[in-house]
């Protein structure tokens, strides 16, 4: 029984996400082989060899995977599924998006957002925003799945000696091709995941106000800026800042919500961080129910005092 991690890598270095995917194939027994899928990406495949608990890093480069295709990549993982039982990809976009496409072409179930290995072929995952837990045993030869990675704790980065085997790359897509990328930069942590997030909700009225009063606490904590859907919704933020069932999964070591009432969608994103901070005038805001500390005030002078205080 061997399992297959998929990779999410630049060419040069691995993200973070995989580190956590590998601990969940970890957790399903037998030996645990990477998949480093790009082009010139020999430096992202001896980083992957470097991943404590690695047995066997594949490499593939091809200019045809340069850019993650989806087409493309799920071709490349097609072609040596049949020499592993478990294939698992972390649960981001990039991972919801070739993951189904394997299963399809596997013709076998995808078993999504596990959030615990219970034994080889037995996973729980969250239903209902999260207020249920599924076990969904699975008969299938292989099992493809995607791994919420805030469930599961990095593997160590280095530490690993795994050998690194060259295999055929597969041939392009006729189906799709890269036409080119506007790549938003951010000074601040990446959402997914930074230690720290400050966040904000349709409380704060409007954009301007929302950086006004989120950005100062965020620039003293060294935090990431989220928000909630209904502060994206009206447009005080952008869509990548969601936090919740339909935005970024995120368990920080610390979540400052401000002015966040606590629908379930949003709890749904933010309710495993470790230490949850609520800033609501509403004593009866949801957001107190998950809330390690609660505090019942105006945000518009909670949050500057807050600031001026750091």
Sequence with gaps: MTSLVIAEH????????????????????GDVHILVAGSNAGAAAAAAAQIAGVAKVLHADSDALDHGLAENVTAQVVAIAGNYSHILFAATA??????????????????????????PDTFERPIYAGNAIATVQSADATKVMTVRATNFDPAAATG?????????????????AYVGSEIAKNDRPELT?????VSGGRALGSSEKFNDVLTPLADKLGAAIGASRAAVDAGYAANDLQVGQTGKIVAPQLYIAAGISGAIQHLAGMKDSKVIVAINKD????IFSVADYGLEADLFVAVPELTAAL
């Design 10 to 29: 630049d060419n040069a270095s691995i993200k973070g996400a995989t580190l956590n995917t590998v601990t969940a194939a970890l957790q399903c027994g």
């Design 94 to 119: 990039t991972g919801k998006n070739v993951a189904p496409r394997v299963a399809a072409k596997l013709d076998v179930g995808q078993i999504s957002d596990i959030t615990k290995v219970d034994s």
């Design 160 to 176: 690993g000696s795994a050998a690194v085997e060259t295999v055929a790359a597969v041939a392009a897509s006729a189906q799709s």
């Design 193 to 197: 995941a930074a230690k720290i997030i």
């Design 283 to 286: 004593p009866e805001a949801p």
